[in-house]
């Protein structure tokens, strides 16, 4: 059996340094990929030597070619781009606040995986990550809501457009990861608990939770153009 070539782009930290471990132990050859080389380098070695490193500015469509033309030939792709910008009550957030999401996330994971085209196998998986703002009624989310409800929406399409490639997406919800480091540490674990209470499992996820869904959509081959929603339930509550 030929042995399945993986990217994480966003691999570095969080849900795509959780998925690239997972995918590793399901004997995939994978590559990460994010903008800092000093974070990439401490990711690899978190990942015990195994995963290859390549520096790409997912908001830089030129980066974005170059890296991948050094990648290669692949067969999966996820895109696991965080951004916690846009936030706020929408009678008063400004629009330049409103763009940022976009700009950030939406529009990066479109030209990212756009740019990865030439070199994604034509029967391989692409996987965007969004958020569960994107599924859930949660006041001052507007702005993110709109950018991730983007971003879902892009896998039915491509999907079809694309076929056979199978195009899905995954929209977790509130996850401990370093996302959340912009509160303090007191602030933050207050959050948590709120959120947990809120969750009908009882508590916040973690970016392993996250890493199972996505590997199940690589490996599902029969699946495509849907979005699980790995909340634990937070949607059904908000």
């Given at each position: 059996m030929t042995m399945r070539r993986s990217v994480v782009v966003g691999g570095s930290s969080g849900v795509g340094l959780a998925t690239a471990a997972r995918l590793l132990k399901e004997g995939h050859a994978v590559t990460i990929a994010g903008r800092s080389a000093e974070r990439l380098e401490k990711a690899v070695k978190r990942?015990?030597?195994?995963?290859?490193?390549?520096?790409?500015?997912?908001?830089?469509?030129?980066?974005?070619?170059?890296?991948?033309?050094?990648?290669?030939a692949f067969d999966h792709l996820v895109l696991a781009l965080g951004g916690n910008k846009g936030a706020g009550p929408f009678a008063t957030l400004d629009?330049?606040?409103?763009?940022?999401?976009?700009?950030?996330?939406?529009?990066?994971?479109?030209?990212?995986?756009?740019?990865?085209?030439?070199?994604?196998a034509k029967d391989g998986s692409l996987t965007f990550v969004a958020a569960v703002?994107?599924?859930?009624?949660?006041?001052g989310t507007a702005?993110?809501?709109?950018?991730?409800?983007?971003i879902a929406a892009l896998a039915p399409i491509l999907a079809v457009e694309l076929k056979p490639l199978r195009v899905n997406a995954v929209?977790?919800?509130?996850?401990?990861?370093?996302?959340?480091?912009?509160?303090?540490?007191?602030?933050?674990?207050s959050a948590f608990a709120d959120y947990a209470a809120k969750t009908p499992v009882g508590r916040v996820?973690?970016?392993?939770?996250?890493?199972?869904?996505?590997?199940?959509?690589?490996?599902?081959?029969?699946?495509?153009?849907?979005?699980?929603?790995?909340?634990?339930?937070?949607?059904?509550?908000?």
């Open positions: 990942l015990e030597g195994k995963a290859r490193a390549v520096v790409m500015d997912a908001c830089d469509v030129a980066s974005a070619k170059r890296a991948f033309a050094s990648i290669g629009l330049a606040d409103m763009r940022r999401p976009f700009e950030d996330k939406t529009f990066a994971h479109f030209a990212t995986a756009q740019a990865a085209l030439p070199f994604l703002t994107a599924h859930a009624a949660m006041p702005a993110l809501g709109a950018a991730n409800a983007a929209s977790p919800g509130v996850i401990d990861t370093p996302w959340w480091d912009f509160l303090p540490g007191e602030a933050k674990a996820g973690t970016a392993d939770d996250v890493a199972d869904a996505i590997a199940f959509l690589i490996g599902a081959r029969f699946i495509t153009g849907e979005t699980i929603v790995c909340d634990g339930g937070l949607r059904l509550a908000s």
